[in-house]
């Protein structure tokens, strides 16, 4: 079988299929949310759309209430799941062309959702309709599964799932190729630490401490408010301890505070060592300082639990395990307030071997510290040996030439609701992945490369 001639001999109509598809807008938009559309008008025109399109080349096709939706080929009791999603996150300003004009210049289709996922979910569509046109038998079921919320709640896998059989091997086309078969453990946990009274009589009282957003990022901006006395010598021993650390620091004078501030760098928590974490480097200097005594506790605290130190050690949680490597933590968030105490939220990646239980047990026993929430999304891995493996890596070797290395990563991806999942492209190595930013692009050779791996795969899974 020449996938590659059975994809080129139907070029025109896959990127017809493509730019049409993207141009249809389908953010989520709770605004025109309802019955049977529970994300909005534009998500369901597009999902709609795929399904009618379904439908008309002969498929078995079903819509669940508007939360995903399948298109199904081949017979047998076996299914295997290809997992997609048509909703996109929103464009954004800075486009060189309309985000949903879908133009092609220089070889590439510019669209929001180009790459992720709309326009590898039409290619496996054509994929799947090559395996039909060419009528080849098959032992197992197909079914292109269509999400629609992937990019905000997953509520259409967690929808569909409930109604519908899971797939006993699949893929999704969503991230890497070759493939990602092991995604870390994510835990989100809240810290509450107890501070002693407060005393207004100090010199230097820590008003306000105030690190980052989101658990998932480096904060790469702190900001501590004091009141009292602030001396040269802690002005000095300031510009020199940031500097040593990475950061940047600024002070500025407002009433009778001093707001001190350290920019760092922000980056992704599935390692933060590629960041410079400004609210621990805030937290480390101000305890070299003379502070309140509730003050002084706080930024000790975070200094004796984190600072410096992205893998747990510090706090007992530290573990690693070979497929997947070193279990890290990132310090994202940081609030104190003077009279009420502080509240640290971090993001922890563990590896896929491991147990979240051993974790929140010495999250619990830490000293003057409780743990106040904590929220655990299991790893996912798929065996090296299982036959998904083994197939898609036959494939991928055989039409690109290249070695199929398997990917492990700290991240999530859609493939995590399937049981045996992987991630399976559409993003070749060493392109740049222009996911969610200005400008998002798929070269049209790789998208006809993804037709092509795809129906060979899902023949291969199937056949
Ligand atoms: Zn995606």
């Known amino acids: 079988m020449n996938w590659k001639n059975e994809v080129f001999n139907r070029k025109t109509e896959i990127i ?120 080849l038998p098959l032992s197992k079921r197909i079914r292109l599964i269509i999400g629609t919320d992937e990019e905000s709640d997953w509520r259409c896998v967690e929808h569909y799932f409930k109604h519908e059989e899971m797939p006993s091997a699949g893929f999704a086309p969503d991230a890497d190729f070759p493939i990602i078969y092991a995604e870390k453990g994510l835990i989100d946990a809240t810290l509450q630490i107890e501070c002693p009274a407060h005393e207004k009589k100090a010199n230097l009282v820590l008003e306000e401490f105030q690190s980052g957003k989101r658990l998932n990022m480096v904060p790469d901006e702190a900001e501590a408010t004091l009141s009292g006395t602030v001396t040269d010598d802690f002005k000095q021993a300031f510009t020199t301890f940031v500097k040593e650390k990475h950061g940047e620091g600024q002070m500025t004078k407002k009433d009778n505070t001093v707001i001190v501030k350290v920019l760092g760098k922000s980056a992704h928590a599935m390692e933060p060592n590629n960041g410079v974490n400004a609210g621990l480097i805030l937290a480390a200097f101000l305890h070299t300082q003379t502070l309140d005594t509730a003050g002084h506790h706080f930024v000790k605290t975070v200094f004796e639990a984190f600072y410096d130190d992205t893998r747990g050690k510090k706090i007992g949680i530290a573990c690693d395990d070979e497929m997947s490597g070193e279990l890290t933590l990132n310090v994202g968030r940081m609030n104190y307030q003077a009279e009420q105490g502080g509240e640290i939220g971090i993001n922890i990646r563990y590896p896929v071997t491991k147990k979240s239980g051993p974790i929140q047990e010495s999250l619990h026993t830490l000293t003057g510290i409780e743990l106040s929430s904590f929220q655990d999304s299991q790893p996912h891995y798929v065996s090296k040996d299982h036959q998904l493996i083994k197939t898609l890596q036959k494939v991928y070797q055989e039409q690109t030439g290249e070695k199929a290395d398997l990917i492990s990563i700290g991240g999530a991806t859609y493939a995590r609701s399937l049981k045996a999942g992987v991630a399976f492209g559409p993003l070749f190595p060493g392109r740049p992945d222009v996911a969610h930013q200005k400008d998002e692009y798929m070269e049209i050779d790789d998208l006809l490369r993804s037709v092509s791996l795809y129906a060979q795969a899902m023949y291969e899974l199937a056949k």
């Not at 709770?30 to 759309?49: D, M, R, V, W, Y």
């Not at 909703?87 to 092609?104: L, M, Q």
């Open 16 to 135: 017809r299929d493509i730019q049409d598809f993207l141009k249809i807008n389908s953010v989520l938009d709770e605004e025109t949310a309802g019955s049977g559309k529970p994300f909005g008008e534009g998500i369901n025109k597009c999902l709609t759309t795929l399904l009618d399109k379904g439908a008309g080349h002969g498929f078995c096709v079903k819509n669940l209430d508007g939360y995903a939706g399948h298109i199904e080929w081949g017979e047998g009791e076996e299914l295997i799941g290809v997992l997609c999603h048509i909703d996109v996150v929103p464009p954004g300003d800075g486009w060189t062309s309309a985000p949903f004009a879908a133009e092609i210049r220089d070889g590439r289709i510019y669209a929001r959702g180009a790459l992720d996922d709309k326009g590898p979910t039409m290619a496996a569509f054509h994929a799947l309709n090559i395996l039909k046109e060419l009528n």
